[in-house]
């Protein structure tokens, strides 16, 4: 009878006795009180004031003696225990006979006489007095009778229930006649619940947080160790187990911190909330610490009046909250309780998941719901997945016409989300369809082709695709041995593996490169004549030698790759001369740029062991132009970045610039030797210096100077404004640009050697012109010298040179730079210091500034010794360096200057100052001095040159080494300039003043 509930509270010597009892069960006392069922094993001293029902017992058996026990009461809620092993109806209707008692149920704090933890206390179950009487033969006072073995009475919850715990729950609240699932963690409450669960009180309160971002259950859990510890201090324990206090006023000194703290903890939940049975509990294991999992079921609506002080964990005073009266019949009603239904079932409709849940609720309540109004509308809001504000709104509202409507509202969301989700997924399910059916029907065909002989698998179509590449091409036997172990290999690897992907990759880039094809070259020298000049002006050096290297190729039949160098400032054509030489020799082209490469792979390929390798750049380039000779441009071959982890960009390209190399040139992705010997590289720098020299030797350099003004004017007059009308829609005679006007902007505006800057503001005066035709409308715009600034802004250079009359100790040089030529000024001054007696000073400073370079420094050291040895020679009697403190200037501090072409200059500034002389006007000079006086060669002869006109220069002085390279330059650049060749300083000295100093 019960085995499960004596397990719990007898000790283990009882039930050994009790498994000796051959059978036979002992006489028990099935009392009701409340709605709880309780046994009593036979006791001495039953509880006072308990009403029992009529009393129902088992035979005691005669060998057991009359022993008595103290009463240990078991509780049992639920609708039965467990299975009937005899079969016998009588547990489903258990006490049908017994009384509804009158009182009133017991508080969860009404322990049995044993105390509040009965079940833990370690004091007998008999005692010497038992023993004894047993052991005398006496017998029981209970009458005897037979005892059913059905279960106990079915547990009913009790409509008043003063005191609950509190439990915080997440998410939604738990509305009446519905079931919620709430985990714990809290030791100290898990362990009340249990007891709770143990002696017939399985109730709690269900609240709802405010904030789930504030651990409620934490703050409830802190509430209940302050209210612990007041209890503690402020009371005392009885014997029987319940604490209670003797004078009232200790209790409530010690009250004000567990009361804060759980008025606090309260506040944090609302106030509104749900009293529930504890239908099942288990306990779980979760993140490594033992839980509490409960299935609660919700009854009715409670408010939370107080804290139950001194209790833990916390516990609130609660009232039953009813609605307020309604008619049933009422129309408005009537209709809101239909349209909740429908809504419902059209929920139910679009999302099949609430299908089942929603009949279960349904055949439960035995479709009781759908006949209250008040529990439709719970029902209805427990299965939206709204807002939890608005679903405790709906636990709140006691106007059951409010909560349908608000109820309502909530469904009607669901069902929008229910058919907007329905839409998404059937739009996605029919994309899945469709492409589920388009991969049956292409399967099928396949299967159909093959059958009939049309078609083959896939790995023979891929491997016959490779061999029909392969036609008409003339490989070497090296790379056709390849190819030919890399089909058969193909043939026996699973399509599905990863080796096949590797090695079908590889074969496509073996096929794709053009082995022995190469395109039609033209070879007609006066076809690539036109072409050239069509596309550029000027420019002679570079097309001169393209068309050697057609007229050699019209010689010889065939026509050889070259490595050539274009070098030379910002704007003078390179890259797009390039383009001219590829249509001029009807060759493709293909650029690539180095500036900043650091990664040999680029030129080389990766290795075929890394995922993702690719060939470098020269396979990628014949494999897009499709044959063996097109013209390659490497541009800003200057620019690129050194050796690091990853190699030498520069000694890859090695291998691919050097003519006796090339022939074979092996990347690493390919593994076999390619010919790109055929290749006619182009490549671009504006200074030779960063390249390193073994590269370098293999280029053939050709330079490429500024533009003078006359080839300026001719570029904007024939490609530049042209260009810039056509970019505006601005073609005809609705733009006038004035040649007085363009000669302006180069003189005034753009004076660099290139045309870039050049094409920037004749497109900015067709911008501004567009908008006046657009905005004023302006049917036509002429831009002259005068209106030029309202176009372009003010003219950058105002002056032409920084002087116009030379002062003593200053000369202008004449600089090479990666823009082009420069004028450059040295300026010197002296200060003058003497001993106290007025003997001149020993020795005197020489201080260079001018953000000047390494070589330039030391030329100035020189220039300096050979001043003083000049002067010492030629004019003994002046004492100028060994009186004087001199500084040495460059203007524009800001740009570093270096370069081993000024020391004839500094030479003359300081000559200058020591004889107190100025030099001729408009004269400027460039070279460097030896230490006795020779005037070395310099480089960058019309870049000075040009610089020099542009500056105003009439007379200049170069090296007598440079007459080569002035006899090479254009008329027109020569023009208007007076040359004065120096092979020793006294020829220099002799020209840049008038008369000598005696």
């Not at 029907?441 to 396949?446: A, C, G, M, N, Y």
């Not at 593994?671 to 590269?695: E, Q, R």
């Amino acid at each position: 009878f019960f085995p499960r509930c004596f397990l719990l509270h007898m000790r283990s010597s009882v039930l050994r006795w009790l498994s000796s009892s051959g059978g036979s069960s002992p006489s028990v006392l099935v009392l009701r009180r409340g709605l709880q069922s309780a046994v009593y094993v036979r006791s001495q001293h039953p509880p006072a004031g308990v009403a029992t029902s009529t009393p129902r017992v088992l035979p005691w058996p005669s060998a057991l003696g009359t022993r008595s026990f103290h009463m240990t009461r078991v509780l049992y809620s639920g609708e039965g225990d467990g299975d009937d092993p005899d079969g016998d109806e009588s547990r489903k209707k258990p006490n049908a006979k017994a009384k509804k008692p009158k009182s009133k149920p017991p508080a969860p704090d009404e322990k049995s006489p044993r105390g509040a933890n009965a079940e833990e206390s370690e004091e007998p179950l008999f005692d010497a007095a038992d023993d004894q009487a047993s052991r005398s033969g006496g017998s029981s006072s209970l009458p005897s009778a037979k005892l059913n073995t059905g279960g106990l009475a079915q547990h009913k919850v009790p409509d008043e229930y003063p005191e609950v715990i509190v439990l915080p729950v997440d998410d939604s609240p738990v509305f009446p006649r519905f079931i919620k699932v709430v985990e714990l963690r809290d030791g100290e409450m898990i362990r009340r619940i249990q007891h709770n669960i143990r002696t017939g009180h399985p109730y709690v309160g269900a609240f709802l947080r405010k904030d789930t971002s504030v651990d409620a259950a934490a703050a409830v859990a802190a509430a209940s160790a302050a209210a612990q510890e007041k209890k503690e201090d402020g009371t005392q324990t009885e014997d029987s187990g319940h604490g209670t206090s003797d004078d009232d006023s200790n209790n409530d000194n010690g009250s004000d911190n567990g009361d804060d703290a759980a008025s606090g903890a309260l506040d944090l939940l609302y106030r509104v909330g749900t009293f529930a049975h504890i239908q099942e509990s288990a306990t779980v294991m979760s993140e490594g610490e033992n839980r509490l999992r409960l299935l609660l079921m919700g009854h009715r609506r409670i408010l939370a009046i107080e804290p139950v002080r001194g209790v833990r964990p916390l516990t609130v005073r609660v009232e039953n909250m009813h609605e307020e009266p309604y008619d049933k019949n009422n129309p408005t009603i009537k209709a809101l309780s239909g349209e909740v239904i429908t809504t419902v079932r059209d929920i139910v409709k679009l999302n099949p998941l609430f299908r089942e849940t929603i009949q279960r609720t349904l055949e439960v309540s035995n479709h009781r719901i759908l006949q209250e109004p008040p529990l439709l509308a719970d029902f209805g809001t427990a299965f939206t997945s709204a807002d939890s504000k608005d679903m405790q709104a709906v636990l709140e509202e006691m106007n059951v016409k409010q909560r349908l409507s608000k109820s309502l509202d909530l469904l009607k969301q669901e069902h929008l989300q229910a058919k907007l989700q329905n839409q998404i997924r059937a739009e996605v399910e029919e994309k899945i369809n469709k492409s589920r059916r388009q991969h049956l029907l292409e399967e099928q065909l396949k299967i159909i082709k093959k059958e009939l002989g049309l078609t083959k698998d896939d790995k023979e179509a891929i491997i016959e695709k490779f061999r029909a590449r392969l036609q008409g091409l003339h490989m070497s036997d090296q790379v056709s041995q390849v190819i030919e172990e890399e089909l058969r290999k193909l043939q026996f690897l699973d399509p599905n593996s990863s080796e096949f992907s590797v090695s079908r990759n590889y074969l496509d880039w073996l096929t794709l490169v053009p082995w022995g094809k190469s395109s039609d070259e033209s070879l007609d020298i006066a076809h690539a004549q036109a072409v050239l000049d069509e596309d550029h002006f000027g420019l002679k050096d570079v097309k001169e030698r393209i068309l050697e290297f057609i007229a050699v190729g019209a010689l010889v039949g065939t026509v050889q790759g070259k490595i050539l160098c274009f070098s030379g400032p910002p704007g003078v054509g390179k890259t797009s001369i390039a383009k001219s030489i590829a249509r001029a020799l009807n060759r493709e082209y293909f650029r690539f740029s180095v500036g900043g490469l650091h990664d040999v792979a680029e030129i080389k390929g990766h290795r075929r062991t890394y995922v993702g390798a690719m060939p470098g750049k020269m396979i990628q380039c014949l494999k897009k132009v499709k044959c063996e000779n097109p013209l390659v441009l490497i541009d800003e071959i200057d620019k690129i970045g050194r050796g690091g982890h990853n190699g030498d960009p520069t000694s890859a390209l090695l291998e691919l610039l050097d003519p006796e190399q090339n022939s074979g040139f092996l990347d690493h992705y390919l593994d076999v030797p390619v010919d790109v010997s055929k290749v006619l590289f182009i490549c671009t720098a504006n200074v030779l210096d960063t390249i390193p020299a073994p590269l370098r030797d293999r280029m053939e350099i050709i330079e490429l100077a500024g533009y003078v003004a006359e080839e300026k004017m001719n570029i904007a007059q024939r490609y530049l404004v042209p260009q810039a009308a056509k970019m505006s829609a601005l073609q005809g005679s609705r733009v006038t640009v004035q040649d007085s006007a363009v000669e302006k902007l180069i003189r005034e505006y753009c004076r660099e050697s290139g045309v870039r800057s050049l094409q920037k503001h004749i497109e900015k005066i067709y911008r501004k012109a567009a908008l006046r035709v657009v905005r004023d409308n302006v049917d036509e715009v002429v831009v002259s010298p005068d209106n030029l600034k309202d176009f372009v802004g003010s003219p950058k250079f105002t002056s032409d040179r920084m002087y116009d009359e030379t002062p003593v100790g200053t000369v202008m040089g004449l600089a090479w730079t990666a823009m082009g030529g420069a004028a450059l000024y040295v300026e010197t001054v002296a200060t003058r210091v003497r001993t106290r007696d007025n003997s001149h000073t020993s020795s005197s400073n020489f201080r260079v500034t001018g953000s000047l370079g390494d070589v330039m420094k030391e030329s100035a050291k020189i220039a300096l010794s050979f001043a003083k040895a000049f002067v010492f020679e030629r004019y003994p009697e002046n004492t100028f360096f060994s009186d004087a403190d001199i500084s040495l200037h460059v203007p524009e501090g800001a740009t570093p200057k270096d370069g081993p072409s000024a020391g004839v200059t500094i030479v003359t500034a300081l000559l200058s100052l020591a004889l107190d002389q100025p030099v001729r006007p408009n004269i400027a000079m460039t070279g460097e001095v030896s230490l006795t006086g020779k005037v070395l060669r310099v480089g960058g002869i019309k870049e000075k040159l040009l610089a020099a006109k542009r500056n105003g220069v009439t007379s200049i002085i170069i090296p007598d080494s440079n007459r080569s390279d002035y006899d090479e330059l254009e008329g027109f650049i020569k023009e208007g300039i007076t040359v004065e060749f120096a092979k020793v300083y006294s020829d220099v000295f002799s020209f840049a003043f008038e008369q000598k100093h005696k």
